[in-house]
Nanobody, 117 residues
Framework: QVQLVESGGGLVQAGGSLRLSCAASGSIFSINVISWYRQAPGNQRELVATITKRGSTNYADSVKGRFTISRDNANAKTMVYLQMNSLKPEDTAVYYC?????????WGQGTQVTVSS
């Protein structure tokens, strides 16, 4: 089992920056891919960024050049970060961390990001 806890959300003005953190614990050795998703009110959850065990990254077109996903392994936890720059009001959503291990995945509880215009 893998447990995920997100943090770092908040209210920011357009053009500002935030860094989200996802702390993964448990069977972290089994994690293949960790991703950030987001869901705005009335919208489906969408993939924002992904990082693999080997460090390969992938981004949604809407965030390329503005968001950066990174991963740090230390002690018994894996930390995954989402650095978000040049934020836009359309980036407002609840951001979720997702870890895929084997044939199953795990979700965090989400963290709210609100970008004011």
């Amino acid at each position: 089992q893998v447990q995920l806890v997100e943090s770092g959300g908040g209210l920011v003005q357009a053009g500002g920056s935030l860094r989200l953190s996802c702390a993964a614990s448990g069977s972290i050795f089994s994690i293949n891919v960790i991703s950030w998703y987001r869901q705005a009110p009335g919208n489906q959850r969408e993939l924002v960024a992904t990082i693999t065990k080997r460090g390969s990254t992938n981004y949604a077109d809407s965030v390329k050049g503005r968001f950066t996903i990174s991963r740090d392994n230390a002690n018994a936890k894996t930390m995954v970060y989402l650095q978000m720059n040049s934020l836009k009001p359309e980036d407002t959503a609840v951001y979720y961390c997702n870890a895929v291990f084997g044939l199953v995945d795990s979700w965090g509880q989400g963290t709210q990001v609100t970008v004011s215009s």
